[in-house]
């Protein structure tokens, strides 16, 4: 049995589970946006509706399950075509780089959606 | 082959990063044999050898595509005519890799639009661009169909649509969904 290191939860049920539930958030976030923004939009109504403290919440919940989705869906997708079978036995290496690598841009993009949030 | 050797060879399992079945197993009581087996290879290794690398031993039952091997493939995928259910399944893959490099840029926005009242006329500047346009086209319709289907997984997930024919109507609408949205995307953008 190969231990599982890199993925999200340690679990693939968890994992499974958290993708979906992250999905959702990030469609009703996604859309609530796509919605404000069709509507038409100022700076002025702009800046206080990301003022609000349940808006403020709303935009870090979807930050927080967009690294959570990504995090998951990268991991599958990595593990699926980044491997010795495809790509030899530079793929091992390759597929951990990329691993490491997105694992760390999300953070910085979470950490950055903080601060323009509450910044 | 003593139990400090099986440890031994699982610990060089594990190191290889296959997932494979280790299997410890007892033919006779004079002659224990350690079991590997993936699909339908298998190799052992007798109790009275001293365990060989596993990383070397053992060779993938699919030809692996970037080694001189030249023994047949069990299941060679690209001489395959594939259903429409994998181009949307490769497609989601696609687009959600898709979404996570550009992710970066929309986080930007945000923040140029947030910043001052200056950032936010320069983006609506920037975004009036014909590139700009093109790059958020793009980004809608990756998104709506990224989302598109993602929802037929859950949808899935409750179980319905499961069957062959299910599964082929499910990404026939969420193509033709997904078409719609682009040009929808295009008229309000354009």
Not at chain 1, 66 to 79: D, K, N, S
Not at chain 1, 87 to 111: A, H, T
Not at chain 2, 16 to 22: E, G, M, P, V
Not at chain 2, 147 to 156: N, Q
Request: proline share 3%.
């Amino acid at each position: 049995m190969v231990t599982q290191i890199t993925s999200f939860s340690r679990s693939g049920l968890s994992d499974w589970m958290i993708q979906r539930v992250a999905g959702v958030i990030l469609l009703a976030y996604f859309g609530f946006v796509a919605y404000t923004l069709l509507n038409g939009v100022g700076y002025a109504s702009w800046k206080a509706l990301h003022a609000n403290s349940a808006m403020r919440i709303f935009t870090l919940l979807a930050a927080l399950s967009f690294a959570a989705h990504a995090w998951i869906g990268l991991w599958a997708v990595f593990t699926d075509y980044l491997t010795e079978r495809m790509l030899g036995p530079r793929g091992n290496g390759l597929r951990r780089l990329c691993q490491i690598g997105s694992v760390l841009v999300l953070l910085v993009y979470l950490l950055w959606v903080i601060q323009i949030i509450w910044g | 082959m003593r139990a400090a050797n099986y440890r031994h060879l699982a610990a060089r399992v594990n190191f290889s990063r296959f997932k494979i079945a280790l299997i410890a197993k007892k033919n006779f009581a004079s002659e224990e044999r350690i079991v590997i087996t993936r699909m339908t290879r298998v190799y052992s290794c007798a109790a009275d050898e001293q365990p060989v690398p596993v990383k070397q031993q053992w060779r993938s039952p699919v030809k692996p595509l970037a080694s001189a091997d030249k023994r047949p493939v069990n299941l060679d995928i690209g001489s395959m005519k594939l259903p429409i259910t994998a181009y949307v399944s490769i497609t989601h893959r696609l687009s959600g890799v898709f979404l996570f490099v550009i992710s970066g840029l929309l986080i930007w926005a945000l923040d140029m639009s947030l910043a001052s009242e200056q950032s936010f006329d320069d983006l609506a500047l920037t975004l009036s661009g014909p590139i700009a346009k093109t790059l958020l086209w793009a980004i809608a319709t990756g998104l709506s169909y990224h989302a598109l289907s993602g929802v037929k997984h859950i949808i899935m997930d409750f179980g319905y649509g499961e069957t062959m024919e299910g599964g082929v109507l499910g990404a026939r609408i969420v193509i033709a969904l997904a078409i719609t949205f682009a040009i929808v995307w295009g008229i309000v953008i354009w």
